[in-house]
């Protein structure tokens, strides 16, 4: 199976900071890297699909990049809502793996 | 709008069994894959099953082969999660997800339902 690591395990950040977060994956994925956010007690949300492709309905300060085994999401300027837990998950191959998170907190 | 909405969680012992249904409307429901994916209390997210369209090709993580059984009723524009031979690591909010074949996406998701198995 793929394994994705993720870093930092945990952010602290301010309204307005610009926040990266990268995920690498244990073997060559291509672009099949999706970023998701998890508000607590909430659904998840797509936000990149294909590593870099933003998902209809996100809003342009989200972004992603990277292919093989590195990718990044960026958030440029971090807003109140965006506070929550988020994931990469490489549709590669089965299984479908999720990287264990990176928790964005003030 | 795109609707999902899943149902069937609740308290189960160890050993026993729980089918999930997820219902999905305002969609093309036989157009497209379905998932199911999990969050264990304190734990990050883990997929669990994908189906095929038609039902004719499907996929689980290894720690639920053999146990779950990921079904589909086009016909309903409903997805099931049978779980059998429960175990107390399989307590978890399961959420239901549209899966899109290009970059196979998990599109739109349902808000989750608990499934506890404890004696």
């Known amino acids: 199976d793929i394994q994705l690591t993720q870093s930092p395990s945990f952010l602290s950040a301010s309204v307005g900071d610009r926040v990266t977060i990268t995920c690498r994956a244990s073997q060559g994925i291509s672009s099949y890297l999706a970023w998701f956010q998890h508000p607590s007690g909430k659904a998840p949300k797509l936000l990149i699909y294909?590593?870099?492709n933003l998902q209809t309905g996100v809003p342009s300060r989200f972004s992603g990049s990277g292919s093989g085994t590195e990718f990044t999401l960026t958030i440029s300027s971090l807003q109140p809502e965006d506070f929550a837990t988020y994931y990469c998950?490489?549709?590669?191959?089965?299984?479908?793996?999720f990287g264990p998170g990176t928790k964005v907190d003030i | 709008e795109v609707q999902v909405v899943e149902s069937g969680g609740g308290l189960v012992q160890p050993g026993g069994s729980l089918r999930l249904s997820c219902a999905v409307s305002?969609?093309?429901?036989?157009?497209?894959?379905m998932s199911w994916v999990r969050q264990a209390p304190g734990k990050g997210l883990e997929w669990v099953a994908s189906?095929?369209?038609?039902?004719?090709?499907?996929y689980y993580v290894d720690s639920v082969e053999g146990r779950f059984t990921i079904s589909r009723d086009n016909a309903k524009n409903s997805v099931y999660l049978q779980m059998n031979s429960l175990r107390a690591e399989d307590t978890a909010v399961y959420y239901c997800?549209?899966?899109?074949?290009?970059?196979?996406?998990?599109?739109?998701w349902g808000q989750g339902t608990l499934v506890t198995v404890s004696s």
């Open positions: 294909g590593a870099s």
């Open positions: 189906i095929k369209q038609d039902g004719s090709s499907k």
């Open positions: 305002g969609f093309s429901f036989g157009s497209h894959w």
């Open positions: 998950q490489q549709v590669n191959n089965y299984p479908f793996t």
């Open positions: 997800a549209t899966l899109l074949r290009h970059f196979w996406r998990l599109e739109y």
